[in-house]
């Protein structure tokens, strides 16, 4: 790579006046342009600033790079892909790198989830598999089923369906009245039953028969589909208590409601498989994926769905499109060239498998911080890792805020904040050596906050 390119694009884009109008997302703009976090450029496990400083990269750009930063196979494949196919109309045509990639996709997803439809997000997924699911219940003779149930604390995107499912409050409340006929269960922390806890707790499977009160409320044929993260990411990293799952497929099956795993982040590799399906021996209807599906590099998305549903869809003429929904960029030649190199990477490299021998190093190595000052709990499965901060006095996310800052500042670590919860996520090519490091500089970030 040419960094001197780099490194001018990045010295142009320093220049003060060029900072206001990038409304930046998920980001306190004013504060964030006084003093701003800067990044130029990223290779396997680093980010280098614009100072030139090397960073480590300790949630994978946001739950994404799973492969690490600028892999060469998957470089090359997007450059080829650019040259040889930039786009391709997305309706009514179709590319190989598109059918490959589905293939790859369903191949790699548990029993018959073997269909695979594409979107650029995970917002688009979830609203995508709200909308397959409604309308497969209208293609089934089932019309009257709409009801869609998510789960307090429970993230889904910022579509209008992801927010309605969802159960953050900032995300719904300055944004109408969502969608009608949403239900919300219980989430599934307890700190009380659940502090410390290495894997999914023991307690909490219970929670899963909140779905009958639902269905004993508005009766299942009012009910379309039931939406979880089999672990929560983002509302502070919430593994399943151990059967939470399977109790939830069970009610869904007594009861003919589709059951959707939002597998945003725990897909491809997170958790140590392919997806958290797996991992949990529990097959749902669908599963919605982005992110980590070409290491974050191209926008991708989709929703990959069993066999049931989508043959529900080829019943009709021929010649009439079965299901009214799609994107423009939906299944992008770059996107999928980029999730083939990016998929035989984690092949090659064993990179699935190496987060299950990973798994209790880092998990040891979390906990070594439980005694640090203002620690509430932490929390590890797969190479996620959540870590709760006591809030200080003067408002909930300004003591993980500042240890989010001055971890990249004083640290040289980026570190992901929710509230007064930090997660770790980092890329699944780290060594043990640098578990230790990041370890090591979270802590010292925690003690400069106490
Ligand atoms: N679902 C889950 C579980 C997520 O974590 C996210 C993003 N963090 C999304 C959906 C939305 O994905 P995107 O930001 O690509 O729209």
Redesign the pocket.
Known sequence: MDTGTTMRAANDVMAPNDLSSWWMPFTANRAFKQNPRMIVGAKDMHYTTPDGRQVIDGIAG??SCNAGHARDPIVAAIQRQAAELDYSPAFQFGHPHGFAAAARIAQMAPGDLDHVFFT???????DTALKIALAYWNVSGQGQKTRLIGRER??????FG?ISVGGIVSNRKFFGTLLAGVDHMPHTYSREHQAFTKGEPDWGAHLADDLERIVALHDASTIAAVVV?PM???TGVLPPPKGYLKRLREICDKHGILLVF?????GFGRLGFAFAAERYGVVPDMI?F??AVNSGTV?M?GVIVRSHVHDAFMKGPEHVIELFHGYTYSGHPLACAAALATLDVYRDENLFERVRTLEPIWADAMMSLRELPNVLDIRTVGLVGAIDLASREDGVGKRAFEAMDRAFREHDVVIRITADTIALTPPLIISEDQIGEIVDKVGRVIRAVA
Not at 121 to 126: L, N, Q
Not at 154 to 159: P, T
């Open positions: 946001l739950w650029n997000s995970g917002s688009e997924a979830i429970g993230y889904h995107g910022v579509g992801g993260e929560a990411g983002s939002d597998e945003v982040i725990s919605t982005a992110k926008p998305g």
